[in-house]
């Protein structure tokens, strides 16, 4: 389990996050990017998060922005407990 967690492993942000992107486009050109993972912290109980993005017309930002935007969200959680 620790080499998976290894590999998982994406930043530092108040614990370590770890989690898994994808990216998936269909016939009719809908372009379909997630991240899912979560939060782990000392001592408190993990956050897990999901985003899912779909647009017709990804960009250059579309492969980064879906992790950004989970991070965006755990750090808004983070400042509210």
Same mark, same amino acid.
Do not use: C
């Given at each position: 389990?620790?080499? @998976? %967690?290894?590999?998982?492993? %994406? /930043?530092?942000? #108040?614990?370590? @996050?770890?989690?898994? /992107?994808?990216?998936?486009?269909? +016939?009719? #050109?809908?372009?379909?990017?997630? =991240?899912? #993972?979560?939060?782990? $912290? !000392? $001592?408190?109980?993990?956050?897990? *998060?999901?985003?899912?993005?779909?647009? /017709?017309?990804?960009?250059?930002? *579309?492969? !980064?922005? $879906?992790?950004l935007?989970?991070?965006? +969200?755990? !750090?808004? @959680?983070? =400042?509210q407990h």
């Open positions: 389990m620790a080499q @998976v %967690r290894q590999i998982m492993q %994406r /930043t530092e942000r #108040g614990g370590n @996050v770890f989690g898994k /992107t994808g990216w998936a486009n269909s +016939a009719e #050109g809908l372009h379909t990017g997630w =991240s899912i #993972g979560w939060l782990a $912290r !000392d $001592r408190k109980e993990p956050l897990y *998060f999901a985003t899912l993005l779909q647009t /017709t017309e990804p960009g250059d930002s *579309f492969l !980064d922005i $879906r992790l935007l989970s991070l965006e +969200a755990l !750090d808004q @959680v983070e =400042s």
